[in-house]
């Protein structure tokens, strides 16, 4: 039987008041409250994450040998394994009888030029002559005739500073001792929380500044870093795990240098 239009008018009145009749009752869709607010959750854009604040850091290189060298400096949330020394040295000797031969070489006999970059008993060596020189005042020989009695004066004052540089790098030795025992009971636990905190490595764009001296400028996230790297010469390769913390009260700025260094590896040193 074909419905009538007025019943079908009517149908469609009774069906619109249920509506909004559901519409407008507590905990309907149009109502205030949890399933309107809903809506508007899905609705609205969400917040933009803020960032976390960057604080400046400028590394320096600054040792004084850097002709011809190469780098790879970055700071890092995480310490990093050290290479074992392809070349490992001792500690310079003192005896009377092997310095003095040390000295006729190094002082006469064979010093640094352009054809020899680095000198035949090493630069520590030559660091402490070069003290013993000036503390002395004795200069240098010229003639064969004048370097035994130089030896003999500027002994005393070259056996002083090869041990001061003996102790140095005992101390050096000690650090890079004690800095493996760290990476080993730690680096697992501390690179999984620099990843939790969304910390990275930062590469260090190194540029020359003044001669022996380089520098790069980062931007770093609050946290804990190792500043690691290394810088190559003929003979010689220095290597870097200096620790800073990066905050808004901490340091604003790092040298690496040959003191800090944590393993020197070369024939040259």
């Given amino acids: 039987m074909p419905i009538s239009p007025l019943f079908r008018a009517l149908i469609g009145r009774v069906l619109f008041v249920f509506a909004i009749s559901l519409c407008f009752a507590p905990g309907g869709f149009c109502a205030s409250g949890s399933g309107s607010q809903a809506s508007v959750d899905i609705l609205s854009p969400q917040a933009p994450e803020v960032a976390p604040k960057k604080y400046p850091l400028t590394v320096w290189v600054n040792v004084p040998h850097y002709k011809n060298c190469t780098e790879s400096i970055s700071v890092n949330p995480y310490m990093t394994d050290l290479p074992t020394p392809l070349k490992p040295y001792g500690f310079n000797e003192s005896p009377y009888n092997r310095t ?17 970059p680095y000198p035949p008993q090493g630069w520590r060596f030559d660091y402490a002559l070069k003290a013993a020189i000036r503390e002395s005042g004795a200069g240098r020989p010229h003639t064969m005739v004048t370097m035994y009695p130089w030896i003999d004066t500027i002994y005393p004052y070259l056996r002083k500073y090869l041990a001061r540089s003996n102790e140095a790098e005992q101390a050096r030795f000690d650090r890079l001792a004690q ?91």
């Fill in 100 to 116: 003095r031969d040390a000295l006729v070489t190094q002082a006469f006999a064979a010093p640094v030029s352009e054809r020899r």
């Fill in 179 to 269: 800095f493996r025992t760290d990476y080993a009971e730690k680096h697992n636990d501390i690179e999984t929380d620099a990843m939790k905190a969304g910390l990275y490595p930062v590469e260090c764009k190194m540029q020359i500044y003044h001669l022996s001296l380089r520098r790069a400028d980062v931007m770093l996230p609050k946290g804990n870093y190792w500043v690691t790297g290394s810088h190559k010469v003929i003979g010689l390769k220095y290597y870097w795990e200096e620790p800073i913390t990066i905050d808004e009260n901490g340091p604003r700025s790092i040298e690496l240098n040959e003191a800090n260094a944590i393993l020197i590896d070369g024939g040259a040193w």
